[in-house]
């Protein structure tokens, strides 16, 4: 089965560069999540998109933005990079109506994620 | 605003124990609730899905029950094995009973199976 698709796998930059990040959710999927993961620390919610609509924003800083294309893929693009900014970022999918306009499962599926370290 | 806490935060056993991960949230108004498995410096795996109206999901020898009204959740795994060591996370929506929401995870039960 296919699963979520993010690139690149590993990023390094240094302080004050841009970065982009790309996530490609499972077909037919309509939820876009984006997760951001320090070192020894859960996962903490950024942003999500709903049919290429932003549907929900959290700690997400403001040199960060992201967006959701036609084709249902998602970028996350970080500028002024920090030290602090050195993380696992994850996207995730899920289904929250299916093809009949009934409720979905609406299971968040994770992407492998991106290693971004900030030097 | 949904919080989950995990208890224990560690646990080292031998092979072959039954053991249970506890999760508590905070907001029990949710659509459904997950457990994951990470591997050191890995993605997540989605373990179990249980749907609000469920009160445990199973698959292989895992096993999720789920408690709305006291806001709990166990993950219970038979016959333990070296290849189950990892971090189990459990997450919470935090968007009411509403699909779509984010999710709040717990700190995660860092699990040790000995040979």
């Known amino acids: 089965a296919a699963g979520v698709i993010q690139s690149p796998r590993h990023l390094i930059k240094e302080k004050r560069e841009t970065a982009t990040l790309k996530c490609y959710p499972i077909p037919r999927h309509d939820t876009v999540y984006w997760y951001q993961q320090g070192p020894g620390q859960d996962p903490q919610f950024l942003i999500s998109?709903?049919?290429?609509?932003?549907?929900d924003k959290g700690s997400i800083p403001d040199r960060f933005s992201a967006q959701q294309f036609s084709d249902y893929h998602s970028e996350l693009n970080m500028s002024s990079l920090e030290l602090g900014d050195s993380a696992l970022y994850f996207c995730?999918?899920?289904?929250?109506?299916?093809?009949?306009?009934?409720?979905?499962?609406?299971?968040?599926?994770f992407g492998p994620g991106t290693r971004l370290t900030v030097l | 605003k949904q919080e989950v806490t995990q208890i224990p935060a560690a646990l080292s056993v031998p092979e072959g124990e039954n053991l249970v991960l506890n999760c508590s949230f905070t907001d029990s108004a949710i659509y459904n609730l997950q457990w994951f498995r990470q591997d050191p410096g890995k993605g997540l795996t989605s373990l179990l899905l249980i749907q609000s109206s469920q009160r445990e999901q199973t698959s292989g020898r895992l096993n999720a029950s789920l408690d709305k009204s006291s806001g709990r959740s166990t993950l219970y795994i038979a016959a333990s094995q070296p290849g189950d060591s990892a971090t189990y996370l459990c997450?919470?929506?935090?968007?009411?009973?509403?699909?779509?929401?984010?999710?709040?995870f717990g700190e995660g039960t860092q699990l040790t199976v000995n040979p």
């Open positions: 995730a999918s899920s289904l929250r109506f299916n093809l009949a306009g009934g409720p979905g499962l609406d299971e968040q599926f």
């Open positions: 998109f709903y049919e290429k609509m932003q549907s």
């Open positions: 997450a919470a929506p935090s968007g009411g009973e509403t699909s779509g929401s984010r999710l709040t």
